[in-house]
């Protein structure tokens, strides 16, 4: 971007969904753009467990009819759009706009298919802000792996790093090559890892107690950090 651009500052509030279904978060965060720039700063953060009917339903969402599923879409983005009001309406802010990710029911990059429900309308509907949605089609479509803010915020956000990480219920990561950003899924991570504490009870490993008590596979950590990418696989990415 060139120093004749106009300067930026704005107010978003950031909702995501975990693919791992460990509940909602919701992020208040300043965006600036000043001579070439972009920084940010974190301004308030919440994050709640799902209501069991919530959650269930969820889960469940890729076994619906084509009703079912439809009246899923706009009952969540109705719950959204409540949920985010009662953070405005407790924090007294008042954001630019709403940015939501949806909750991710299919994702088959390979075909060109995704899909995220959580209605924007809805949202904006409930919370009368300007609410952008469904990021990950264009990309997807565009033969990517659908995770277009995770390599575009890395690159402008963190440029002191060569490679970003991303861990959540699935890892990513981004880094420049040839002048591109590159980024893709690498493996399941919370997605895993709540599976196995639901098997004991818990929703998920609470400060990483559970992991701490074990002991390192140091054979299986040692061919895991020997594994090499290729540059031609990267660029199939």
Same mark, same amino acid.
């Given at each position: 971007m060139s120093n004749d651009h106009p300067n930026i500052d704005i107010k978003v509030i950031g909702v995501m969904s975990g693919t791992s279904l460990d509940g909602l978060d919701l992020c208040y965060?300043?965006?600036t753009f000043n001579n070439s720039v972009w920084d940010y700063q974190i301004l308030l953060t919440e994050d709640e467990a799902y209501p069991k009917e919530v959650k269930n339903k969820l889960a469940s969402a890729q076994?619906? &009819?084509a009703l079912s599923y439809a009246r899923l879409h706009s009952d969540y983005g109705i719950f959204l759009g409540q949920r985010i009001k009662a953070f405005v309406d407790k924090h007294s802010i008042k954001? &630019?706009?709403i940015s939501s990710h949806g909750h991710t029911i299919f994702h088959q990059p390979s075909i060109r298919f995704t899909a995220q429900i %959580?209605? %924007?309308a809805c949202i904006a509907a409930e919370t009368n802000i300007n609410t952008i949605c469904d990021f990950r089609a264009g &990309?997807?479509?565009l033969n990517g792996q659908g995770a277009p803010l995770v390599?575009? %915020?890395d690159r402008y956000l963190f440029t002191d790093y060569d490679y970003?990480?991303?861990l959540g219920g699935f890892s990513n990561i981004s880094f420049e090559t040839e002048n591109k950003r590159i980024a893709f899924d690498i493996c399941p991570v919370n997605y895993v890892l709540n599976h196995y504490m639901n098997s004991v009870g818990e929703d998920y490993d609470k400060d990483g107690g559970t992991a701490r008590s074990g002991n390192v596979d140091e054979k299986l950590l040692n061919e895991l950090n020997s594994l090499s990418i290729t540059r031609s696989q990267v660029q199939n990415h």
């Open positions: 965060a300043r965006f076994l619906m &009819d954001p &630019d706009l %959580g209605a %924007g &990309d997807v479509a390599p575009i %915020g970003c990480l991303n």
